[in-house]
């Protein structure tokens, strides 16, 4: 430094940040660790206490969250089982009212043809006994198999009068 | 090394790992070798010795807390970080603004015409230091000891650069001035 009053200067504020950093340790007038360490006990247990809380809750909350999924997936399947079962009854009406119409001509069986005929409305008059039975607030996947079969079955007993009927030329 | 270090004991890694696993004991370990640092820090920031050991107390919590997060074995590295939450600390209580500083009311008379009492008076560094206002002693302490930057403290009080140097420079002219320095003219 050229300017010797900088120089003094400079010097003097060296000794001065000296005597600072030269100042005297201080220490606390009391011992503060059992403060803190209570502090830190309490902070933790009320930590445990509400992580605890929070696990419950959602332990509490998963548990609701798949009993709705649950009930939501048990809706669907019952919604998309009826949907099947009013088409299955509807076709089965169906099916009856065209039974009716093509049995109410006069024709002559075969052996064969009146065997399979009976046979089938055998299979009918069980199913419709089983059907008539079944009393249920929630259609079953075995109810709708009921109607299933009935339709099937009254498939195949208008297919063997209307094929008679076909042949015969009616 | 500068006496206010003198009370720090080493830590070896062990202990730093068993305190940053939350032991107890460990954690009483740290507090005791860094109790003396950490007062000594607030108590050339703070006016009151109660507000220093409010500062000490309030460090010590948060290193108990924030330990396990703390990236770091060495000793050297654990001092840092537990000097940078006291200042932050220290600094939190200055900013509070509880006392009205010293140093403005002696700006307060020389403005009015009066002159200051304490002209050409030979104080001693710790009265001179007790004399400025808090924000001063804060910038004096944590650039000339601590060896802050000016933008460390500009960042840690929330102030810019410029206000830090200014302080920093008037501080020192008060200091001069109480210590009895002569002025060098240039």
Redesign the interface.
């Known amino acids: 430094m050229e300017c010797a009053a900088c120089r003094t200067e400079l010097e003097r504020l060296e000794q001065r940040v000296a005597r600072l950093k030269a100042l005297p340790a201080q220490r606390a007038p009391r011992d503060r660790w059992p403060v803190v360490r209570e502090a830190m006990v309490s902070e933790r247990r009320r930590t445990s206490w509400l992580r605890l809380a929070w696990g419950g809750v959602a332990a509490a909350a998963a548990v609701v969250l798949v009993m709705g999924v649950q009930n939501a997936q048990q809706r669907q399947v019952l919604a998309v089982r009826e949907q099947a079962l009013n088409a299955l009854m509807q076709r089965s009406q169906q099916l009856d009212a065209t039974l009716k119409d093509v049995s109410d001509a006069r024709r002559v069986w075969s052996g064969r043809e009146a065997g399979a005929v009976v046979q089938l409305e055998d299979s009918l008059s069980v199913l419709d006994s089983r059907l008539a039975r079944r009393v249920e607030r929630q259609p079953s996947q075995d109810l709708v198999n009921l109607w299933k079969q009935r339709v099937q079955v009254m498939d195949a007993l208008v297919g063997v009068h209307v094929t008679r009927a076909s042949y015969v030329g009616l | 090394m500068?006496?206010?270090?003198?009370?720090v004991t080493t830590l070896d890694d062990l202990a730093i790992q068993r305190a940053k696993s939350?032991d107890?004991n460990a954690?009483?370990g740290v507090?005791?070798a860094y109790?003396?640092?950490v007062?000594?820090l607030a108590?050339?920031i703070c006016r009151t010795?109660e507000d220093?050991?409010d500062v000490?107390?309030e460090t010590?919590?948060e290193v108990?807390?924030s330990i396990g997060k703390f990236r770091g074995t060495a000793p050297g590295m654990l001092t840092a970080w537990i000097k940078k939450i006291a200042a932050s600390k220290a600094l939190m209580r200055v900013r509070q603004g509880k006392y009205r500083d010293t140093d403005e009311l002696h700006d307060e008379e020389m403005a009015a015409g009066r002159p200051a009492p304490d002209v050409a008076l030979r104080m001693d560094?710790?009265q001179a230091?007790a004399r400025l206002t808090d924000t001063a002693r804060a910038v004096?302490?944590l650039h000339?000891?601590e060896g802050y930057t000016h933008e460390d403290i500009a960042d840690a009080m929330g102030k810019t650069v410029s206000f830090s140097k200014s302080q920093l420079a008037r501080a020192?002219t008060r200091?001069?001035r109480w210590?009895g320095?002569e002025v060098?003219?240039?």
């Open positions: 500068p006496d206010v270090y003198a009370s939350g107890p954690l009483e507090f005791r109790e003396g640092t007062y000594s108590r050339r010795a220093a050991e000490l107390q010590f919590l108990c807390r560094m710790e230091m004096v302490w000339d000891v020192h200091l001069r210590l320095e060098a003219a240039c």
